[in-house]
């Protein structure tokens, strides 16, 4: 998974896609400006569909990862992990949000 993921961030930066920035800053001619429009998206269509089957990728590794956990645990130390993961995760969207609004 993550040398995928290295790969799809090269891609995100190779070559062509610095050019077609470029191209995208340089046009001022509404019709040109159609013509980037239309490259842009067929090079973000490949681009979206490669980081979906990573990110898919991911989940399955995260819900093998968490089924392997448990299934080493009792069923009350189940529970008490599960919870202690979900008040985590609250602590930490609490924390995010402070700190997005501290920086506006």
């Known amino acids: 998974v993550e040398r995928e993921m290295e790969r799809q961030q090269v891609v995100v930066v190779d070559r062509k896609m610095a050019e077609l920035v470029r191209l995208v800053v340089r ?3 509404g019709e040109e400006v ?3 429009e239309r ?3 067929v090079a973000l ?3 979206m569909v490669r980081l979906e089957k990573v990110m898919k990728a991911v989940d ?3 819900l093998r990862t968490l089924k392997g956990v448990l ?3 009792s ?3 189940c529970v008490e992990f599960l919870a202690g993961i979900g008040i985590l995760q609250i602590l930490l969207r609490q924390w995010g949000k ?3 609004c501290t920086i506006n």
């Open 27 to 29: 046009v001022k001619n």
């Open 34 to 36: 159609r013509q980037v």
């Open 39 to 41: 490259l842009v998206q």
């Open 45 to 47: 269509k490949g681009v």
């Open 60 to 62: 399955y590794v995260r």
């Open 71 to 73: 299934n080493v645990l």
């Open 75 to 77: 069923p009350l130390q």
């Open 98 to 100: 402070k700190k997005v």
